[in-house]
């Protein structure tokens, strides 16, 4: 979260193109990798309570960002997509998170970059067993 801030006070080309709200970001983030996603699905996602991720919903729903389409497999369901204008903020916000991590990481040569990647998918994989654990 601390990065996402100081991104806030770089240059405008390291800026968001909206205001920071992490769990918006990664609604969006996660409907651009993954269209159709239901509400459970994200809440789980996300790792917040299903009132939460009802309140997000509602939000990106009422700024355009989000539509609720009938579900393919089950008609009582809903699947959540990004309509247009939400489709092409995801790739702003997409493209966005490049720049700043080319910005912060530029702090480390090639090889220390290389290490860093080993270092997170170790820690990465970690989570997962204990996740599948969890489940």
Known sequence: MRVMLVSERTP???????????L??????????????RATELTELLGVGPTTTS????RLVKRGLVERQRSKSDARAAS??????????AEILHRQDI????????????????????LLSKVTAKVAKIDDRLD
């Open 12 to 22: 405008k080309d390291h800026q968001h193109a909206i205001p920071y709200n992490a």
């Open 24 to 37: 918006d970001f990664n609604t969006i983030g996660a409907l651009r990798h993954a269209p159709g996603m």
């Open 55 to 58: 309140s997000v919903i509602a």
């Open 80 to 89: 959540l997509v990004l309509s247009e204008d939400g489709r092409a903020l």
């Open 99 to 118: 720049k700043n991590m080319e910005l912060f990481l530029s702090a480390l040569d090639d090889e220390e970059q290389a290490d860093l990647l080993h």
